[in-house]
């Protein structure tokens, strides 16, 4: 904090005085009515009257107090502004943040000023004198509630004044700090506000030792594998956890780059520990470590290695304060090392705030928090401060959105110390290592992909369609009856139509799979659960995307259509994973089309697309895996020095001048490239989910609004396990308005969802909506 020019002491005081100032407004005689009201209906009516609102009220009052404490110190620099951040803040303290030009034009309303005469006129002064008086004489500010009462139209225009200075200012300087700033004691003070209304707070001082990884490798026997692949990956760890002590901690960038497959995972988590332990040491900062991935298949393969290493090690019980699993497929319950056990909302809101020492949760949840509007979302904004963030298979992220996440970043590891963690095969230049923006801790990377020799690539860019591609591959799968496969689709439709000609060949020995967002993620994770495991048979899997990145499967022959430079690479990843084949894996790269393009063209944007063949024109049509460093290297490059910034552009000025309901209506991390409007079904796959239904169907129509969202708590996870999301164009009725989802009963499930293959997209218009 100390380079905005606020040192800890002021930012602890501003924090305090906002934190007491911010319900000012709850000592009118409305809103005192309406805490003491024991009809809910008539509470109800009342929280609609504007008098019953406190906090516009609260906003003017705390600035009038700021300004007294800003104005009795001496050096201001950023902290002359804190008084209308405080206002911005307080003002938004029950909802979203709006912009903040617009959440100032009240002020001239004069509905809304004589709404505040009447408040003022109501509040009970002697009462909020007493408090005030004693609470503020602390920090030698001299308060004398009348003069508030009198003059606070005059603190109006005095707000509305410093707003207009304050709004050109934003523009002028395009700072990203104002908006790191605002955020962080937005959150501060939605949290404690949540806390202490909450009556639950489970801070507690919990030690994890810097060695744990190191011992479990041990315990696992991790050390006396021989292999290849085991000792690259010994190399790997040994190279990045070995040098923490001579880290320059003024730094806090860093990258893990290596090839696929080689122990990212336990090597980053090590990493991340021994860094928090000198951290600890060395800066007396309780570094949590966050841990974020882009793909639900993959939150829960990280997180039971994790768990794994936990419980190898460790004595003592594993708790959710410990290591923490947040995502909207994860179990809602919260034990602490206390054996203090919570469920429902109470579990929901201590997941919610990250009150944890590792949590491992998604990229949404991740970056919808640092670039967002949302009071739910920004509670947890301030905990990412003095964290350890650890960001796995980064090349997800759209390179559109690179400026922005780099500059949101940047403010963090800079102002918050804040460090990151990036985590791949395939590095992005989000951050450029040649101009030292981030610090490689695999020096030797060139050299680890240089001695694997897993498998071989070859490209084939002229197009053809799906009847041609049969033809191709219906030899091979009938002559290498003993080898795996796995086809990747950049369409649901193309993946479905391959799935059902490779099915119908019926090859001896042959176990089909077939994943897609058109599953339910329960059978999906159960799949993959099962593509996993040691069989006699061989296996034919065929997939979109999904099955992608970092999802820990081994296959001898891979099909992928074409796609970007990033993706060609994590589906090599799935070719001969371990190396342990006597031979390469093969793996090949097609160009699938339908009548009217490509199929890589409904899914990829054309620059990207461009990009990568410009790069795989530089190569011949055999590709090796010592050549796919350089291959990425050189694709990143191309991407980076030729794309446009301007939508990162656009999105960082609504950053830096606080436009936060512009910017959350802007940034979406993941795409619907699809462009139709689409609609949750629930899928009522069995008798577990008929009964979750019900569960469902009853809590709908509970009239409490507390007891229905505790009762829906109570069957989220699973309730969430049968959900799969489809165009509302393929879907034969209309949405159940009463229940706000679609659904399949499980008595028509046959016409209307195949066990193996998903939601079926020619469904009957004679389909039941009841």
């Not at 209304?197 to 050390?223: C, N, R, T, W």
């Not at 997180?303 to 003592?316: A, G, N, S």
Request: glycine share 4%; with cysteine.
């Amino acid at each position: 904090m100390e380079k905005f020019g606020i040192d800890e002491n002021t930012f602890s005081k501003i924090t305090f005085l906002i934190g007491v100032c911010h319900d000012f407004g709850k000592g009118t005689k409305y809103f005192q009515r309406y805490l003491f009201e024991t009809n809910p209906s008539i509470q109800r009516s009342l929280r609609n009257k504007r008098e019953y609102h406190h906090g516009l009220i609260s906003a003017i009052f705390t600035y009038y107090i700021l300004e007294k404490y800003v104005g009795s110190l001496k050096d201001k620099n950023i902290l002359e502004y804190i008084p209308t951040i405080g206002y911005l803040i307080v003002k938004k303290h029950h909802g979203n943040l709006k912009n903040a030009e617009d959440e100032i034009r009240e002020l001239i309303d004069e509905d809304t000023l004589e709404i505040i005469d009447l408040q003022i006129k109501s509040l009970d002064t002697s009462e909020l004198k007493a408090v005030y008086e004693k609470l503020l004489d602390e920090y030698g500010i001299p308060f004398d509630i009348d003069t508030f009462c009198n003059e606070y139209r005059s603190i109006a225009k005095e707000i509305l004044k410093s707003k207009r200075k304050f709004i050109k200012l934003l523009k002028e300087e395009q700072f990203t700090g104002y908006y790191l700033i605002t955020l962080t004691l937005y959150s501060i003070l939605i949290n404690s506000d949540k806390i202490d209304a909450s009556s639950i707070d489970v801070s507690s001082e919990i030690e994890i030792s810097p060695e744990l990884v190191d011992k479990y490798k041990v315990e696992k026997g991790f050390q006396n594998n021989e292999s290849t692949m085991n000792k690259v990956r010994n190399e790997i760890y040994k190279e990045v956890t070995e040098n923490i002590e001579n880290l320059d901690l003024d730094k806090k960038i860093y990258s893990i780059s290596v090839p696929t497959g080689s122990g990212k995972t336990l090597t980053s988590l090590s990493f991340a520990l021994k860094l928090k332990a000198r951290l600890r040491e060395e800066k007396r900062i309780k570094a949590k470590i966050i841990y974020s991935l882009p793909f639900l298949s993959i939150i829960d393969q990280n997180y039971d290695v994790f768990e794994d290493v936990f419980k190898t090690v460790e004595t003592t019980n594993l708790s959710e304060d410990v290591l923490l699993k947040h995502h909207h497929l994860a179990d809602i319950f919260y034990r602490t090392q206390d054996d203090e056990e919570f469920e429902g909302l109470k579990s929901l809101f201590l997941i919610e705030g990250w009150n944890s020492e590792i949590i491992v949760t998604t990229f949404v949840q991740f970056f919808h928090t640092i670039v967002s509007n949302k009071n739910r979302s920004l509670r947890k904004f301030h905990t990412i401060a003095n964290s350890i963030v650890i960001l796995d298979e980064v090349q997800s992220i759209p390179h559109k959105y690179w400026l922005l996440l780099k500059q949101v970043i940047s403010g963090f590891a800079e102002y918050f110390n804040t460090y990151f963690i990036f985590v791949t095969a395939t590095q992005p230049l989000i951050f450029d290592p040649e101009k030292g923006e981030i610090v490689e801790l695999v020096k030797n990377k060139d050299t680890y992909f240089r001695e694997f020799d897993r498998v071989k690539l070859k490209i084939t860019l002229n197009p053809m369609n799906l009847d041609e591609f049969k033809g191709i591959i219906d030899s091979e799968v009938k002559e290498k009856i003993d080898k795996n496969f796995l086809f990747v689709f950049n369409t649901i439709k193309s993946s479905l139509e391959i799935f059902n000609h490779l099915k119908s060949l019926k090859l001896e020995n042959s176990d089909y799979y077939y994943l897609s967002t058109n599953i339910i993620p329960k059978e999906r994770l159960k799949k993959i659960k099962e593509i996993k495991e040691k069989s006699e048979k061989r296996k034919i899997i065929v997939s979109t995307q999904l099955i992608e990145a970092g999802v820990d499967i081994d296959v001898d022959i891979v099909y992928r259509d074409f796609a970007t430079i990033d993706s060609i690479n994590q589906v090599s990843g799935r070719c001969n994973r371990n190396s342990s084949k006597s031979y390469r894996g093969q793996v090949n790269i097609v160009v699938l089309k339908d009548e009217r393009k490509e199929f890589h063209r409904y899914i990829y944007s054309s620059f990207l697309i461009d990009k990568t063949k410009e790069v795989l024109k530089e190569f011949p049509s055999e590709i090796y895996e010592k050549d796919l460093l350089f291959l990425n290297n050189n694709y990143f490059r191309k991407v980076k020095d030729t794309s446009s910034e301007d939508e990162s552009k656009e999105l960082l000025s609504y950053i830096n001048e606080l436009k936060f309901k512009t910017l959350t209506s802007d940034f979406r991390l993941i795409d619907d490239k699809t462009g139709y409007e689409k609609i949750d079904v629930f899928v009522e796959n069995d008798t577990e989910a008929a009964e979750i239904w019900k569960e469902y169907t009853v809590m709908k129509s509970l009239k409490n609004p507390l007891d229905r969202k505790e009762k829906f708590l109570s069957i989220r996870r699973k309730f969430n396990e049968y959900i799969i999301s489809v165009p509302k164009k393929d879907f034969p009725c209309e949405e159940l308005e009463d229940l706000n989802i679609g659904y399949i009963p499980l008595e028509q499930i046959k016409h209307y969802y195949d066990p193996e293959t998903g939601f079926v997209f020619e469904l009957k218009s004679t389909m039941m909506c009841d």
